[in-house]
């Protein structure tokens, strides 16, 4: 029992929570898992070394899918499509016979995208490191998309932060503006003396939002992929945590 206190106190130092009422809470809730026929109870320390593991191993995935050449392009469920503001742009083209700068305007979005991803890792990464045991529970009890949720709410303004420079760079990189611009003017061109609306996306706020969306679904995948997929789960503690009862429900 004494051993139990102890281990307990040194983990609440390690996580850096103070509550005394979170930690009873938490040790409470030890986690059942059936190994060669026997019951044991996983410790707090393994519930959170578990999902810290899921997400890294996640993350990784992620961002080595993503921040390669066609990781958005090639990939229907993420690549960026031709920004909906500019739709009536992208009609006025094709019908002027720029089909081709149309395609290179998705493709140099899509590029710049992938550049960006890269950038993520790290962030994610200091994320998974702040995890406390009450979000650690929380996470592994919360079903499908649970994680994924847990890094959208704590990394986001830090990966626009990132992603916006990141992309600046990379649009010029891509030349996204070289193709973008001569189509967007002539379109304004012609609305000017039609008296119709004028486009004025910005890119960067385009790519970086859709950028981080993606790579936020393809966290999602992984996770769920080791929560449902036993296979999935390449290490032993993957295996003894997501096999709990609570971690399938």
Same mark, same amino acid.
């Given at each position: 029992? #004494? ?66 050449? %066609? ?11 031709? +920004? ?18 149309? @395609? ?10 992938? %550049? ?5 890792? +790290? ?6 490191? @702040? ?9 592994? #009890? ?14 986001? %303004? ?23 611009? +001569? ?8 609305? #000017? ?27 999602? #995948? ?28």
């Amino acid at each position: 029992m #004494k051993k139990n206190i102890a281990k307990v106190a040194l983990l609440s130092l390690t996580l850096g929570l103070s509550s005394c009422d979170v930690l009873e809470q938490a040790a409470q809730t030890a986690l059942e898992v059936s190994e060669n026929g026997a019951t044991t109870k996983l410790t707090n320390a393994e519930v959170i070394s578990g999902l810290k593991e899921a997400l890294t191993v996640g993350i990784s995935n992620s961002v080595n899918l993503t921040s390669v050449t %066609d990781g958005f392009l090639g990939n229907a469920e993420i690549k960026l499509p031709w +920004p909906e503001s500019a739709l009536a742009m992208k009609e006025k083209a094709i019908d002027l016979g720029l089909d081709a700068q149309v @395609n290179k305007i998705v493709e140099t979005l899509n590029r710049a995208a992938e %550049d960006a991803s890269a950038e993520a890792k +790290p962030i994610f990464i200091n994320a998974i490191k @702040n995890m406390s045991i009450e979000d650690g529970f929380a996470i592994l #009890k919360g079903g499908e998309g649970a994680a994924t949720n847990f890094l959208r709410k704590n990394t986001t %303004d830090q990966l626009v932060e990132a992603f916006s420079p990141k992309v600046q760079n990379s649009i010029e990189e891509v030349q996204l503006t070289q193709y973008w611009e +001569p189509v967007a003017t002539k379109y304004n061109q012609i609305m #000017k003396f039609t008296g119709g609306e004028q486009i004025t996306t910005d890119l960067n706020a385009y790519v970086t939002e859709k950028a981080i969306d993606g790579l936020f679904i393809m966290v999602e #995948k992984e996770e769920n992929n080791i929560r449902q997929d036993p296979a999935a789960r390449v290490t032993d503690i993957l295996k003894k945590v997501f096999g709990s009862p609570e971690a399938q429900n």
